[in-house]
């Protein structure tokens, strides 16, 4: 019961077996999801993606022991925990007037994610489960660091 439940959170409820692209999925079905809950909800979000990150590490690990392979591409909690945290550093930003923010975000966070950019790439060899979400969560504040100093200058 243990292994299954850890398959399914690793896997976002399974968005990690789709066959093409699952951390792009992954991404835009936890942007759908954040965008689920009212604005006002702010800090449940924040707290929200504490969990992700937390509970993401521990499941993308047990996963990645289960299958004896390094950082397995059905995992991928660690994006959407990485969505999650690009968006909790981007505070303020609503789906309805802020659309091209919100692509930003996306776009920007996929990028870094699939380029990883150093010190992202260096992030992959940290051991167990922090070594396949860290480099997620890195990519994240990347993302909002450019979005924020963007919104800084204009």
Known sequence: MKNRLSTIIATFFFVGKVPVSPGTVASLVALALWFCFPNEW????AIGT???IIVG????????KQKDEKDPSMVVID?????WLTMTLLPGVHFHGNVWMVISAFALFRF?????FPPINKLENLHGGWGIVADDLLAGIYAAVFINVVRWII
Do not use: N, R
């Open 42 to 45: 702010y800090i449940w979000k």
């Open 50 to 52: 504490i969990i992700l």
């Open 57 to 64: 590490v521990v499941t993308a690990g047990k996963i990645e």
């Open 79 to 83: 994006e959407v925990a990485g969505m």
């Open 112 to 116: 870094f994610d699939i380029s990883k």
